[in-house]
């Protein structure tokens, strides 16, 4: 007991500081993994690391020799287990305010114009029942998918993306990817979510919406071809049953968070005076 209330008492400062430091490192590692595949697998590695200990313990020396070179061994698996956990922890640094720089802010009325004719043109889709699939790219670049479909560089407009999404026409099936104030790409081919833990309900275009963000901080606005249903997904996860008003809500706070600063900003042109 006097031990322990000594090694209280050494307590210092920067001993608090690094524990906060550590406490929060793990915090935002847990925040990561949460209900991923990344998840189930550091629970197989904490039962492993108790087995391994209890053997120990109890001196069954060929299950803690078994089990200590399957940890030195399972090690350089988790490298490649978790790639993309791996990937999404590292771009998640790279999003940090302290290292990306401010961009041109766009003005709150040229916001709403630009959504409300995204907006328009999904609830239409939703409505006639035609699928669609459309990206939109914040701080993350996903250039590698732009080049995946065909090029077009155009501007936001309700008629346009309706076009796209017609059934039987060359660019409907696959998805259109916004970055800024333009229509980059359409016909875009997306990564599928590994997610075990989905519906089977869901399609391949919910599930290639829900794979993009979680690969990156895209956000994905999908639209049933059976239902017509409304639905976004951000960092992996999914809301369903979206009416035009709640859809404009969520896209709006995805880029400019209510009561926060803007987490990414869009850099438009500039009009000419």
């Not at 956000?219 to 997904?233: D, L």
Request: proline share 3%; charged share 25%.
């Amino acid at each position: 007991m006097k031990q322990v209330l000594e090694m209280f008492l050494d307590i210092g400062i920067r001993d608090i500081i690094d524990m906060a430091i550590v406490a929060f490192v793990f915090y935002k590692l847990f925040m990561l993994i949460q209900e991923t595949r990344a998840e189930q697998l550091i629970k197989g590695l904490l039962v492993l690391l108790i087995a391994t200990k209890l053997s120990e313990w109890s001196r069954l020396y060929v299950t803690n020799w078994i089990l200590k070179n399957t940890m030195t061994l399972g090690m350089i698996a988790l490298l490649i287990v978790f790639q993309p956990e791996l990937r999404r922890a590292l771009e998640y640094i790279g999003r940090s305010k302290f290292l990306t720089k401010s961009i041109v802010e766009i003005a709150d009325e040229e916001l709403n114009e630009k959504l409300d004719a995204v907006v328009e043109a999904v609830v239409s889709l939703s409505r006639q029942k035609i699928g669609a699939l459309i990206i939109f790219e914040r701080e993350t670049g996903i250039g590698d998918v732009i080049e995946t479909g065909t090029f077009i560089n155009g501007d936001i407009s309700t008629g346009l993306l309706i076009n796209i999404f017609i059934p039987n026409t060359p660019l409907h099936d696959g998805a259109v990817v916004i970055r800024k104030d333009k229509i980059m790409a359409a016909g875009c081919v997306l990564p599928l979510t590994e997610n075990p833990n989905l519906s089977r309900e869901l399609g391949t275009r919910h599930r290639a919406g829900i794979g993009i963000t979680e690969r990156s901080d895209a956000v994905a606005i999908m639209v049933s071809e059976e239902t017509g249903a409304i639905s976004v997904a951000m960092d992996g996860k999914l809301t369903r049953f979206l009416d035009g008003k709640t859809l404009k809500r969520v896209l709006k706070n995805a880029y400019k968070p209510e009561n926060e600063k803007p987490l990414f900003n869009w850099k438009w042109r500039q009009k000419d005076e």
